[in-house]
């Protein structure tokens, strides 16, 4: 019904950048939400950074100056610019997308990617 496909992980050093795409295909009516979250070994799923519909982006703390989120619309494509990579961003990341497949625009379901590895090693 809905896809996923993420790019752009690998192995990088301390300091060095990365950009990570999700583009979302399928059945897909209108899209509420998209974003990524990421997830280290041994914790928790977090949030990294969202944007609406509307525009409006959000970002954990944490994101606020080294990540960036923009969006390609015509594409239903989202991308994440890491800068100034460190250690502890090493993770796995993984684009959400909140999604109607129905023309009403409801329900609204979350749709995960399969994740992309992001390694920040000398």
């Known amino acids: 019904q809905v896809q996923l496909v993420e790019s752009g992980g690998g192995l990088v050093q301390p300091g060095g950048s990365l950009r990570l795409s999700c583009a979302a295909s399928?059945?897909?009516?209108?899209?509420?939400?998209m974003g990524w979250y990421r997830q280290a070994p041994g914790t928790q799923r977090e949030l990294v950074a969202v944007i609406h519909s509307t525009g409006t982006t959000t970002y954990a703390d944490f994101a606020k100056g080294r990540f960036t989120l923009s969006r390609d619309n015509a594409k239903s494509t989202i991308y994440l610019r890491i800068n100034n990579l460190k250690p502890d961003d090493t993770a796995v990341y993984y684009c959400?997308?909140?999604?109607?497949?129905?023309?009403?625009?409801?329900?609204?379901?979350?749709?995960w990617g399969q994740g992309t590895q992001v390694t920040v090693s000398s």
């Open positions: 959400k997308v909140g999604a109607s497949l129905d023309e009403s625009g409801w329900p609204v379901n979350d749709y």
């Open positions: 399928g059945s897909i009516f209108s899209i509420s939400v």
